[in-house]
């Protein structure tokens, strides 16, 4: 184990946020104020990456516990976050930062790509010329619960919560208007937050009646298909789908489907759609568009005579909505910034990782594992959890998932026989 | 006065649900419960006038008051609600099964278009040979809270508070990730429950920065150039707009956008979309899509040089999402109710409206007011309320909307200068 570095610290916030993600700061900050004999300050990283790159930073210990609290509980990035790839160029040029004001501790807290930003960055301060001594530990963050070596990520039973009550009260809706509604839900990679949609279920017969993951290929035949069949037996179907269905190929369908209405335009009406975007990672744009619910919408209306068919996409509201968070989210997302500040001055480096303990009650734990292990990794939805036919996810998965949402608001309805 | 009537009761619940709709439901069957010398029977309306039509109902007065309390609290028509214009010989029909019955009160829980149908049934009530009588009283209830006679409705007050508290996560978001983002909220005709996300605002600088209602033409150069200067001032823009928003001569701009992309489509491209619908009630279908957002958003991308352009459409989620009412709706809802079977036992007949107290701290009462006032007509946001240039709402607003939201969670950001 490296000596105790004595220096400043650095704490930035990146990716999509998320309902818990200034939970993991105020972790950070808090357990930093334990250590002053090693953190003599703490920087907060305004937008990330481009706040170091900028060096617009602000102090973060002198801020009063009281308001850290406050800030704990409200989503969104405090320190702001960024979509920016770090290019080597770029992580040199932090690397010089954090030299040019002591920065001898670097807390990352973000996804897969923000672990992957970490990595690199630590790689260079090991192999600069003198070696440049830094503690670097990534904080996980994602709603999308698709990190390796963790049971689940810090944000995301958040969002399962807001997803599994919104769907519940979806379900309310469809049964007191029927006909076909399709929600889709955030997820580009894997389908653990669509999964969760299946805690809004409480008697058999209630929605949502078909759940489309990314990890099995989706066609539109079979699709249609599967909502026939729902809507003849029960009068209604309720969908939810991933915003990030693929096909066969591996090709998103909301991509083909914004290509497809973009291509069908005749060359005098294309200013009627944005042009089809990338994001800085080379991702294609999934969330702030309605194109893949108005895409399953039409498949239904065109293909069907039923006549009530609606789609909604949940958008933001997943990550942002405030007042709503998970009651063990919170707790825990709050513990993985206190772990990595404690292992950094323990003089370790890597990803924090929260497991599961095997006893009957739920019970979470934290390790640190390589950062090679999750940068830039995707953890996707075990086929197990994926019922055969692919159009619903297992009866275990709702063990792993409710103990994560820590309660739902209590709901009751007439059912029949009533 | 009428002689006091002795009979049966119906109870139905009819439009789009709201989070409060079940407690007016509770509160007809609490206090039908307490006139048991002239209500002898209540009997729910299964889907509003389609389950008295078809004479499906269920007996309510026997469900215990500890149920109907998880009932009251939950989203959705429990009794199941109705998208159908009852013709007059359906009115003639329904009028056939309450003679039938011994049907002497009829409550119907609803919007302007049910309260039309309770007029016109009680119009033929009145001039059947010999005479019925029948006493009906239109139970007041929608989000979008346009209801003549009302200073608000029963239902918007918690479709305000999920709006503004969604608004309120969406600029937090915006913040951490700056862009221009935007928001479509629910509201065909009147622009209530999308100005209900000022509330959002916390200090000066907050989104949303431009808010466009129904009241006032819409046009995309108008939008573009406030966009622009919003952008151009903070670097980044949140924007709501009612989806009700039309143009100089009255048509949505929801519906032109579709018709514009179904007919910029080629011939063997049309079928990527469902074609453009109208509702039971000749409404252009408005939600369930997200064909405005992605025209808005398609305004910017083409007209700007701005690269992060996201829309959002809350959709469903606004009147169904569970355990996020505001008490002082789910009160004032259970009041209505309530009231309607007090005024209805005494041989009265009309609509219930919501009154404000004029006093400093926010009192409201009740009345009953024709059926005819408020039967198909629609309640406007005063032009008072609306800024200037059509593209904010003024500060009186606050005032108004504040005390039916009862409350809002706390968030706490970093500001400028922190």
């Given at each position: 184990?490296?000596?105790?570095?004595?220096?400043?610290?650095?704490?930035?916030?990146?990716?999509?946020?998320?309902?818990?993600?200034?939970?993991?700061?105020?972790?950070?900050?808090?357990?930093?104020?334990?250590?002053?004999?090693?953190?003599?300050?703490?920087?907060?990283?305004?937008?990330?990456?481009?706040?170091?790159?900028?060096?617009?930073?602000?102090e973060?210990?002198?801020?009063?516990?009281?308001r850290?609290?406050?800030?704990?509980?409200?989503?969104?990035?405090?320190?702001?976050?960024?979509?920016?790839?770090?290019?080597?160029?770029?992580?040199?040029?932090?690397?010089?930062?954090?030299?040019?004001?002591?920065?001898?501790?670097?807390?990352?807290?973000?996804?897969?790509?923000?672990?992957?930003?970490?990595?690199?960055?630590?790689?260079?301060?090991?192999?600069?010329?003198?070696?440049?001594?830094?503690?670097?530990?990534?904080v996980?963050?994602?709603?999308?619960?698709?990190?390796?070596?963790?049971?689940h990520?810090?944000?995301?039973?958040?969002?399962?919560?807001?997803?599994?009550?919104?769907?519940?009260?979806?379900?309310?809706?469809?049964?007191?208007l029927?006909?076909?509604k399709?929600?889709?839900?955030?997820?580009?990679?894997?389908?653990?937050?669509?999964?969760?949609?299946?805690?809004?279920?409480r008697?058999?017969?209630?929605?949502?009646?078909?759940?489309y993951?990314?990890?099995?290929?989706?066609?539109?035949?079979?699709f249609?298909?599967?909502?026939?069949?729902?809507?003849?037996?029960?009068?209604?179907?309720?969908?939810?789908?991933?915003?990030?269905?693929r096909?066969?190929?591996?090709?998103?369908?909301?991509?083909?489907?914004?290509?497809?209405?973009?291509?069908?335009?005749?060359?005098?009406?294309?200013?009627?759609?944005?042009?089809?975007?990338?994001?800085?990672?080379?991702?294609?744009?999934?969330?702030?568009?309605?194109v893949?619910?108005?895409?399953?919408?039409?498949?239904?209306?065109?293909?069907?005579?039923?006549?009530?068919?609606?789609?909604?996409?949940y958008?933001?509201?997943?990550?942002?909505?405030?007042?709503?968070?998970?009651?063990?989210?919170?707790?825990?997302?709050?513990?993985?910034?206190?772990?990595?500040?404690?292992?950094?001055?323990?003089?370790?480096?890597?990803?924090?990782?929260i497991?599961?303990?095997?006893?009957?009650v739920?019970?979470s734990?934290?390790?640190?594992?390589d950062?090679?292990?999750?940068?830039?990794?995707?953890?996707?939805?075990?086929?197990?959890?994926?019922c055969?036919?692919?159009?619903?996810?297992?009866?275990?998965f709702r063990?792993?998932?409710?103990?994560?949402?820590?309660?739902?608001?209590?709901?009751?309805?007439?059912?029949?026989?009533?």
């Open positions: 184990m490296a000596a105790k570095l004595t220096g400043n610290a650095c704490v930035g916030q990146s990716g999509g946020p998320s309902a818990v993600i200034n939970q993991s700061l105020v972790g950070v900050i808090a357990e930093a104020r334990r250590h002053k004999n090693q953190i003599k300050s703490l920087l907060g990283a305004i937008h990330g990456t481009k706040g170091i790159l900028g060096e617009t930073f602000m973060l210990l002198r801020i009063p516990q009281s850290l609290e406050k800030i704990a509980a409200t989503p969104g990035a405090a320190l702001g976050s960024v979509r920016h790839k770090p290019e080597a160029k770029d992580c040199a040029a932090m690397l010089e930062v954090f030299k040019k004001r002591d920065i001898r501790f670097f807390f990352y807290i973000g996804g897969d790509d923000s672990a992957k930003a970490a990595h690199i960055i630590k790689g260079m301060a090991e192999a600069a010329i003198p070696k440049y001594d830094l503690q670097v530990i990534h996980p963050k994602t709603i999308d619960n698709n990190l390796m070596e963790s049971d990520t810090p944000g995301f039973g958040s969002a399962a919560r807001f997803v599994a009550n919104a769907v519940r009260g979806d379900e309310l809706d469809n049964r007191s029927p006909g076909v399709v929600d889709v839900i955030m997820g580009r990679d894997a389908g653990w937050l669509t999964a969760a949609s299946m805690l809004a279920r008697q058999p017969g209630d929605g949502p009646h078909l759940i993951l990314p990890e099995v290929p989706f066609t539109p035949e079979q249609i298909d599967d909502v026939k069949r729902v809507y003849a037996e029960r009068k209604r179907c309720l969908v939810c789908v991933s915003e990030g269905i096909n066969a190929e591996g090709k998103l369908w909301a991509e083909i489907a914004g290509q497809r209405l973009y291509e069908g335009l005749k060359d005098d009406s294309k200013n009627l759609l944005g042009k089809p975007k990338k994001d800085a990672f080379g991702h294609f744009q999934l969330s702030g568009t309605g893949l619910a108005d895409f399953l919408t039409g498949l239904i209306s065109n293909n069907t005579d039923i006549s009530r068919v609606r789609g909604d996409t958008g933001y509201l997943q990550r942002s909505f405030p007042g709503f968070a998970s009651k063990v989210d919170q707790r825990e997302a709050r513990a993985v910034g206190r772990a990595a500040v404690k292992w950094a001055c323990q003089g370790r480096v890597g990803s924090v990782a497991k599961r303990g095997t006893g009957k739920y019970k734990y934290l390790e640190l594992v950062l090679a292990l999750v940068a830039g990794k995707n953890r996707k939805m075990p086929r197990e959890l994926i055969p036919g692919g159009h619903d996810v297992c009866p275990p063990d792993y998932c409710l103990p994560l949402v820590a309660g739902l608001p209590e709901t009751e309805a007439f059912e029949e026989g009533d």
